[in-house]
Nanobody, 116 residues
Framework: QVQLVESGGGLVQPGGSLRLSCAVS????????MSWYRQAPGKERELVAT????????NYADPVKGRFTISRDNAKNTVYLQMNRLKPEDTAVYYC?????????WGQGTQVTVSS
């Protein structure tokens, strides 16, 4: 059974930082491209960042470039999203996604709220 379990969300003040984790089980983690998405209330789910299977290549959505960093530890089957200089517009439910050539799996999401 494939499981993706996000953690690390919470309430943070503008300018603060959070580190999200997504622990993956039930698949060959090192074979999957991993991504973080987010969905704000009333908005479409959007791609935030992607990292390739080896961890050697990353891509970011323009709104988070320079503030967020995606990384992975293939020995721990975990992908991370370090979020710095958070803004109120970063408030959303954050989801991790695992993709290979044939399948895609989603986590259940973790809430991030940026507010003073």
């Amino acid at each position: 059974q494939v499981q993706l379990v996000e953690s690390g969300g919470g309430l943070v003040q503008p300018g603060g930082s959070l580190r999200l984790s997504c622990a993956v089980s039930g698949l060959t983690f090192s074979s999957y491209v991993m991504s973080w998405y987010r969905q704000a209330p009333g908005k479409e789910r959007e791609l935030v960042a992607t990292i390739n299977s080896a961890g050697s290549s990353t891509n970011y959505a323009d709104p988070v470039k320079g503030r967020f960093t995606i990384s992975r530890d293939n020995a721990k089957n975990t992908v991370y999203l370090q979020m710095n200089r958070l803004k109120p517009e970063d408030t959303a439910v954050y989801y991790c996604k695992a993709v290979d050539l044939r399948t895609a799996y989603w986590g259940q999401g973790t809430q991030v709220t940026v507010s003073s």
